[in-house]
């Protein structure tokens, strides 16, 4: 039994590794931050009202009908991430 548990933390581990190099390599070669052409800088008053726009959004009530419709129709594939993902944790 342990053995399947070492392999469930090397694939998890595997993914977790795959999915933070993903993270950084599209921070660098695709928003490219530190660049004024970059997705996050706004060409007339810099970063700051781009920030400000994705502040509004993070603050935006997001738990509406439509979103309790989607929950309700794919809860099973969230309970299987939320499974492989608590079996890799262990």
């Given at each position: 039994?342990?053995?399947?548990?070492?392999?469930?933390?090397?694939?998890?581990?595997?993914?977790?590794?795959?999915?933070?190099?993903?993270?950084?390599?599209?921070?660098?070669?695709?928003?490219?931050?530190?660049?004024?052409?970059?997705?996050?800088?706004?060409?007339?008053?810099?970063?700051?009202?781009?920030?400000?726009?994705?502040?509004?959004?993070?603050?935006?009530?997001?738990?509406?009908?439509n979103t309790k419709n989607?929950?309700?129709?794919?809860?099973?594939?969230y309970g299987l991430a939320i499974i492989l993902?608590?079996?890799?944790?262990?």
């Open positions: 039994m342990a053995g399947i548990i070492t392999i469930f933390q090397v694939l998890g581990g595997f993914l977790g590794l795959c999915l933070v190099m993903g993270v950084i390599l599209y921070i660098l070669l695709d928003l490219r931050p530190w660049r004024r052409d970059s997705l996050l800088w706004d060409q007339e008053n810099g970063p700051a009202p781009v920030i400000l726009k994705y502040k509004k959004i993070a603050q935006q009530n997001f738990f509406n009908r989607h929950i309700k129709s794919y809860y099973m594939y993902i608590g079996s890799a944790v262990i």
